[in-house]
């Protein structure tokens, strides 16, 4: 505590503790002056009431306890005349009474006599009611035999200032009491009165004590505070912070030097600031170039391109820090824009809900700045969307913005180029964000760099992953061949279901990030080849349009096995999956699938072992992949028209994947789709009957613009 202050608390604490002091000690005074006061009115009161009471008629009172009596009527009259003259005044008595000794068997000794409440009122009380007060201090009242007494009494009513005197009889007995109250709460709330007007004044006089303290002392130790003000925010690192230089004196010297260290501080401080932001340029361009060869390594893991476009804008955003972004696909003339992540907007969908887009195409040559960027091969840095220049050859679309309610500002279109300079697509990011999320104003230098570099390995690993999707939709091909009103469209269907119900799984299950994304690769493709084997279903029984007799459908059973023999001389991690899948995505939860059941029949027309299980596989000894790709499967095979069906309602369809959870179904898988309903339906939309190829590597043919970027 410094001395300015010291001295103030010292001024202000000799003005209030006498001050206070008087006010208790006055308080205490009053209090026993106001006390003592009514002791004597209420004895002196009910001594007169005493005096003027006949012994005979307040015994006959208390042996009838008759209240029609000219006794009673008599003295009622009495007591009610002295209640009200004494009713009056500063002090006025609430209660005169007139008690006889108790027949009831009383606490106090005593029962009501004569009450002076009138006869209809709910407080009087009635001739033999017993007088029970109180005490705090020792039971029954006390009564002298031969003056006036006095007690503090506590009843139902309240407090009470209570004087009693005796009523003697002729022989000097005593045949009953004369008793007045007075409320005890009045007393305390005069003293209190006191009380807070002294305390007011103790307030009033610390205040003025404390003010004239405080002016007084503030002049004289203004100079010291400013200097003690000036080190301590110096010392914080406020240095541009000067003091005023007084016009002379030692203290004026003083000022002058603590301004010239100041001035120093400051130099040295902006000097610390420039090498310390290229420092950090420096240490954060490394961390992008070793992030960069890091998911460099992780990109060309994934085989499945619909996963690795989703990966690759992610960590395009998480590279640099942005909110929102997209990747888009060259297919000739047009960009087709499939992917789309934009945390802005999923922050006011519903829960469980998130954020997609409809596939879009694009223009290269529409003046849009993704257009642009394909078109020309070049970066394009936009600092504010809605202030593009006129002359500048590309644009951007509010419109799109209005309707999401989002506010585009920053741009950056990359172009993704192979290493022979052919354009494959754009990725394009929207708005950056500093590393505690906060907006920034626009792209650096750095940050376009940083995603140049990104934007090759991108490309690389989107080479290899469309050989992989060009080989998987060859086999999806051939077996289409074979059976075009089924395969194309369902097997896309059933592929986006399943990774939608592994998600759900995995959330469930505690699997995250990389290891989660792996295994979404791997079923994504594994799913769309489950049900290749059909090409070595004769057409006479796959294209049979009616019911298959038990031969038949014993052949067509078939499938599972062919399809799991294509993939029997690999040791791959997908390999292993397209077995899982294409061999056992018939199995039952409750074991009656197939062909776990006949596998020894079946191995022998595969042309060797494929790695069966056993005779009988149910519940979870069914392949996890199987298993989610049998209810996907059926799922679909329900909601879509078929040759010898058409297509159910959705009631219809989850009423039956409801019964049979636990029966044909893993339970647990069931009740993911039932919560992923809504991401279901986006898929179902985004491969629809009428599709017959993969939209991500084909031409759509819708031209219609949904989506964040503003382009048109």
Known sequence: MILRTKIKLAAVMIAIIPTAGMCVIGYWSSLAILRHGLQERVQALAAAVAAGVEPEMIAAVG??????????????????????????????????????????????????????????????????????????????????????SFDYVHDQQGEWLSGFAPIHSANGGVVGLAAADIPYQDIVNQADHFFELALALAVLCAGAVGFAADRMINRLTAPVGEIRTFIRTVGEGEFSRRLEKPANGEIAEVVGELNEMASKLEGRERLAKENLTLAKNVTRQADQLAAIAQIDLELNKIQDIDILMERILGEARRLIGCDAGSVMLREGDNLLLTYVQNDTLNNKMPLGQRFSAKSVRIPVGGGSISGYAAMTGESVVVDDAYEIPADRPFHFNKAVDQTLGYRTRSVLAVPLRTS??????????????????????????SDVEA??????????????????????????????????????????????????????????????????????????????LHDVGKVAIPDAILKKPGRLTADEYSVMQEHTVYGAGLFRDRDSVLDRAAIDVTLHHHERWDGGGYPGDRDGEYLAKAGGSVGLAGNTMKGET???????????????????????????????????????????????????????????????????????????????????????????
Request: glycine share 6%; no cysteine; proline share 6%.
């Open 63 to 148: 042996e009838s306890h008759d209240i029609n009596s000219p006794q009673y009527e008599h003295l009622e009259e009495m007591i009610h005349s002295v209640t009200a003259e004494n009713q009056r005044g500063d002090d006025p008595i609430r209660f005169v009474y007139l008690l006889t000794p108790t027949h009831q068997g009383a606490t106090s000794g005593w029962d009501y006599a004569v009450d002076s409440d009138p006869r209809q009122s709910k407080a009087w009380s009635a001739p033999g009611t017993p007088y029970d007060p109180t005490h705090t201090d020792r039971k029954g009242v006390v009564i002298s035999s031969d003056r006036p």
């Open 451 to 528: 995603i140049q570099h990104f934007a090759s390995a991108a490309t690389v690993a989107l080479e290899r992953a469309a050989l992989t999707r060009s080989l998987v939709n060859r086999m999806i091909k051939m077996a289409e061949l074979r059976d075009p009103s089924e395969t194309g469209p369902h097997v896309h269907r059933v592929a986006a279901y399943s990774v939608i119900l592994y998600e759900g799984w995995a959330k469930r299950h505690g699997v995250q990030g990389h290891a989660m994304e792996h295994e979404r690769d791997v079923l994504r493709i594994a799913a769309r």
């Open 622 to 712: 069914i392949p996890l992949f199987a298993r989610i790709v049998s209810v996907a499967d059926v799922y679909d095979a329900l909601s879509s028209k078929r040759q010898y069906k058409e297509a159910w309602p959705e009631e219809r369809v989850l009423a039956e994947m409801k019964v049979n959870a636990g029966r044909q179904f893993d339970p647990e898988l069931i009740e993911i789709l039932f919560e992923q309903l809504a991401e279901i339906r986006l898929a179902a939309a985004r491969y629809g009957a009428g599709a017959t190829e993969d939209p991500v590597v084909t031409s759509a043919k819708s031209t219609t613009v949904e989506s964040t970027t503003g382009e048109s």
């Open 420 to 445: 022979t300079g052919k354009n494959v697509g754009v990725l394009q990011l929207l708005n950056p964000l500093d590393e505690n999320g906060a907006p920034r104003a626009n792209f650096s230098r």
